[in-house]
């Protein structure tokens, strides 16, 4: 039953639709807290559930592209070649087969160099928002998976952004690096994108046999508040394994444990979403 659920085969709109595109940046500097298994996984949940929904891949490593098996070897169309060749998103932006409503747009090892490419571009700081806002179709979530660092890709997918959403590990690294991205992203609003908004964390990676997952969760909770989603995503190896078969865990092993906490995950920011509208007009 929680497969079907999970599934949902009708394709019926079962999560609340948003009254404007919501356009999410996945961003935390620290590697492997699960930026890209949850852009991936909350992609999919909400594609499934009948949002229409973009998935920009921002890292060079290319591994939400991977996990939505979309190719992205070299000389395929990527997000490199929007941001430096000015490319419209749209002819990059791949169809996800066998999830309706569900498109992505890959990153290639182009990418890498990116960074330093854009640094002689003008307003280089805006790319992506520039691509974003030129696209004609509608989406209900656009999700732009960040690399792990705080240089100018980063800085083109916060500018682009309305919301960030920040998976923490719960582990007591984790909580180290959060000062630093909260103070860049402070910047990014001061200077450039005045409606920017930490709307959402989550808490990624819990392993609830240890007193420091629970310490961490507390500490978080504590000092964010209501941005912390209800939902936690458990230590689960079916989320780990999911990738090298090129799905989400949400088709791969719909009944396990950790598609029912992105599922639940994935709810909490569609109804949130209804709850406070967000958006570029807004």
Avoid at 179 to 199: A, T
Avoid at 238 to 244: G, K, L, M, Q
Wanted: negative net charge.
């Amino acid at each position: 039953m929680r497969a079907v659920q999970i599934l949902n085969p009708s394709g019926e709109v079962t999560m609340p639709r948003p009254d404007r595109t919501r356009v999410m940046c996945v961003a935390n500097q620290k590697g492997g807290v699960g930026k890209t298994t949850t852009t991936v996984n909350l992609a999919v949940a909400l594609a499934l559930h009948g949002n229409r929904v973009l998935v920009v891949d921002l890292d060079p490593q290319g591994n939400a592209s991977t996990g939505l098996n979309v190719p992205h070897h070299t000389g395929i169309p990527d997000v490199y070649d929007c941001l430096i060749n000015s490319v419209p998103l749209a002819e990059v932006a791949q169809a996800v087969e066998g999830i309706p409503n569900l498109w992505c747009v890959p990153a290639t090892i182009d990418l890498a160099g990116a960074e330093i490419e854009l640094v002689s571009v003008v307003a280089r700081e805006s790319r992506l928002d520039r691509a974003i806002a030129a696209y004609p179709g509608e989406f209900d979530y656009v999700f732009i998976d960040c690399p792990p660092s705080l240089g100018l890709l980063t800085v083109n997918a916060l500018v682009a952004a309305q919301e960030v959403l920040i998976p923490i590990q719960c582990e007591y690294y984790a909580l180290e690096g959060l000062n630093q991205l909260i103070n860049n992203i402070n910047l990014v609003r001061q200077h450039l994108n005045p409606k920017l908004d930490v709307s959402t964390i989550l808490l990624t990676m819990y392993d609830r046999r240890t007193r420091l997952a629970d310490a961490v969760e507390q500490d978080v909770r504590n000092h964010f508040g209501d941005k912390v989603l209800q939902a936690v995503i458990p230590r689960n190896v079916r989320v780990s394994e999911a990738p090298s078969y090129g799905q989400s865990v949400m088709t791969y092993d719909p009944g396990s444990r950790g598609a029912t906490s992105y599922f639940e995950a994935a709810q909490e920011i569609a109804e949130r979403g209804v709850k406070e509208p967000v958006g570029r007009n807004a």
